[in-house]
């Protein structure tokens, strides 16, 4: 014990501190010395040592002083006084004060030591003896606390099944007060339902493995007036037979039933919930995908066994997006909830109306005659939905698109009716919307048709088949080649070089317009820098981009990064969007398109003049180009299309815009635009989109042309 043992001497006398010192700390005690009481109250605090070693006589009895600061701070630490003073008042006044052990000097080092052992042996004694005192009443207070304030709900009943003991938790959860129970019978809180499963429970006679194990039985509480109390609660306990010492006989006397017992009230709750909310969908409260494939399932083996038919009604809403984007989530989560209720009405008590996503409905008509029973109740639903809906002073319009299914003949099983269901939805939106039809086997054909080019142009990225094509865009001026505009082209190994007007839709449905935009973009950015590096720069190349591109939260991060990745100036990329994508949701466009114009990126509207822009929008958006669409210069010839070109080019001078004029073909359509001081052409009549190797050939060597007849004409003036 002596290697952690702390001893403070406190003594004004340098050389006895020196000596008492060496001493101990030869005896490998942790020694700290003091000369003075204040000193020695510091170290009292710092160090808490086992023992301390005082001069009664320190400083005119400033050695009293400190027996009293050890009482007022109520530390442990044993006190040997070491005193040229021997009268009895200053001695008995030591030994009152609790001081072990008293030392006249001089003394005998040997003595010293030897009162300094005896008095750390008898305090290691004494620190046990309390330590295991307070071990004992530490475990009767666990014990008491364990029963008494226990989490856990615990009854005794006597062999009659009359309570003779309730701890606190019982009387908190139920209501009752411990006086209130004794003496009364289980049966007196167990719900009527549950009597007979509780009798079982509160005589239980059994012990160990064989006793009652996490039965769940449910207790009615005590009512009290003008207070909103539980009525009842769900526990779930264990319980077991209590015996009393054997008899003559050697048998057990059974006095009664321990119960332990659980409030699992909210737990049950909880589970009841989760259970809700695993087949519910919980803006609507209506079903969700999961129970409605539960109840299909099981109409379908009824509808089976009794040999009749059945429908499925796949709904999805239109224009909902635009309501969703413009006016915000909480108008649009509202729209939602009274087009539930508005659907619900069109329905009978036995259909299921359940939302599996966004915008989608699905709907079980479980009994139905013939086709025409499902297409009056689509009838009915189109046009109850097609009616205003109020929210928050806007009188909103959305329309359905509906696809019906019926067993057996459309699918024999769920997942057949869904997907069928399904494709019908989506020829109703092919067909103009806001209407229903039923699914036909033409469409699942065309359907199977989108799914390979999906499919195929999947693994046409994965195997490289894809390939940029570049245009030049012509200064009139001076005939400069002062951009180019990236144009995707597929290499299908069975059809041949395929433009995007092939597959350009399936990807933009499917999702794989992103993957192919990514793509394009790293493809355009490494040819800029490979072309740079061969001394050919070209001022701006063009990439257009699709609505769902632009959607995407990184978008413009994305441009950003890999203009860094490929060391490539962001004045020499120009980003394409059409008016109509725009026009998805201006404000989150916006937002997009002005960071990517802050770095220098440079943006042009494409196919300007056949969206829905406005003068104002032009104003706010931050745009360099405006590209008349090639249909208004393919027919140039009626006089309509050339008031509209001559009013671009006017408007674009004036908002100090530069106009592109994209597919001229013909040289007449070239001289127009030259008259008319268009600055930028791009089409047939100088070069179609070719492969990049082709494209810097043409530039190089127009602009090589350019550079010859620059010099001549210097030369001959």
């Known amino acids: 014990m002596s290697e952690n043992t702390k001893i403070l001497i406190v003594d004004e006398d340098p050389e006895l501190l020196a000596s008492l010192s060496q001493q101990l700390q030869e005896n490998a005690y942790q020694v700290f010395t003091a000369g003075d009481t204040s000193q020695a109250k510091t170290v009292l605090l710092a160090e808490d040592p086992e023992l301390l070693v005082l001069d009664l006589m320190l400083h005119e009895m400033e050695g009293q002083d400190l027996l009293a600061f050890i009482e007022q701070q109520e530390l442990t630490t044993s006190v040997i006084v070491i005193s040229e003073e021997t009268g009895f008042d200053v001695v008995s006044s030591a030994f009152r004060s609790g001081v072990f052990d008293y030392l006249q000097k001089p003394f005998e080092l040997d003595e010293f030591l030897a009162t300094v052992r005896y008095a750390m042996s008898k305090r290691e004694v004494e620190q046990d003896f309390l330590s295991l005192r307070k071990k004992l009443e530490r475990s009767e207070k666990l014990h008491r606390f364990m029963v008494e304030s226990s989490p856990d709900i615990i009854f005794i009943v006597d062999k009659g099944g009359h309570f003779v003991f309730v701890n606190k938790r019982a009387e908190e959860a139920l209501g009752y007060s411990k006086n209130e129970l004794l003496g009364e019978h289980y049966s007196f809180i167990v719900e009527p339902r549950c009597l007979e499963q509780a009798a079982y429970c509160f005589q239980e ?65 909880s589970e009841k919930l989760i259970h809700y909310q695993a087949y519910h969908d919980l803006l609507t409260g209506l079903p969700n995908r999961a129970l409605f494939m539960d109840r299909l399932s099981n109409t379908i083996n009824n509808a089976r066994r009794e040999n009749r038919k059945l429908a499925v009604m796949f709904l999805d809403l239109d224009r909902f997006k635009v309501v969703n984007d413009s006016l915000g989530h909480s108008i649009g989560d509202t729209l939602l909830q009274l087009v539930s209720e508005r659907l619900d009405e069109c329905l009978r008590e036995s259909d299921t109306l359940a939302r599996i996503g966004g915008d989608e409905f699905m709907v079980l008509l479980p009994f139905v005659e013939s086709v025409e029973d499902a297409q009056i109740v689509a009838e009915k639903v189109v046009s109850a939905i097609k009616k205003p809906f109020v929210i928050n002073d806007h009188e909103l319009y959305v329309t359905v698109s509906i696809g019906i299914s019926i067993y057996p003949h459309d699918g024999e099983n769920a ?129 257009n981009f699709s609505g769902k591109e632009i959607e995407q939260n990184n978008f413009a991060d994305k441009i950003i990064d890999s203009l860094k990745k490929h060391s490539v100036d962001a004045s020499q990329l120009e980003i394409e969007v059409t008016e109509g994508v725009l026009m998805r949701n201006i404000e989150n466009s916006l937002a997009k398109i002005k960071q990517l114009h802050d770095v220098g990126v440079n943006i042009a509207i494409d196919d300007f003049g056949t969206g829905y822009s406005s003068l104002s929008l032009l104003q706010k958006l931050p745009i360099n180009r405006l590209k008349i669409d090639r249909s208004f210069i393919q027919d140039m010839e009626e006089s309509t299309d050339r008031f509209i070109i001559e009013a671009i080019a006017h408007m674009a001078r004036g908002l100090k815009l530069e106009m592109v004029a994209e597919g001229v073909e013909q040289d007449y359509q070239l001289r127009y635009l030259h008259q008319l001081q268009c600055p930028i052409v791009q089409g047939f009549v100088f070069s179609q989109g070719v492969p990049a190797d082709e494209a810097k050939s043409f530039i190089a060597s127009t602009q090589a042309m350019l550079d010859e007849q620059e010099k001549e004409q210097r030369l001959s003036s």
């Open 205 to 269: 006679r059994r012990e160990g493995a064989r006793a009652t194990r996490e039965e769940e039985i449910w207790l009615r509480c005590k009512e009290i007036p003008q207070i909103d109390s539980r009525k009842k609660i769900a526990i779930e306990l264990n319980s077991v037979g209590v015996y009393e010492n054997s008899d003559a006989q050697g048998l057990k006397n059974f006095s009664g039933t321990y119960v332990v017992a659980r409030d699992v009230t909210e737990r049950l709750a």
């Open 415 to 543: 997942e057949m009716l869904i997907k069928n269901s399904d494709i019908a939805m989506y020829h109703t939106k092919e067909a103009g919307k806001d209407n229903f039809h039923r699914y036909d086997q033409n469409m699942s054909e065309k359907n199977d048709l989108l799914l390979s080019i999906e499919n195929e142009i999947r693994s046409g990225l994965k195997e490289g088949q894809f390939e940029v094509f570049y245009q030049p865009q012509i200064r009139l001026e001076d005939g400069q080649i002062v951009g180019v505009e990236a144009l995707l082209r597929w290499n299908h190994p069975q059809q041949g070089l395929l433009s995007p007007s092939n597959f350009i839709t399936v990807a933009e449905e499917s999702g794989l317009i992103c993957e192919l935009g990514d793509w394009v973009l790293e493809e355009v950015l490494s040819v800029i820098a490979d072309w740079k590096k061969d001394g050919l720069r070209v001022e701006r190349f063009a990439i």
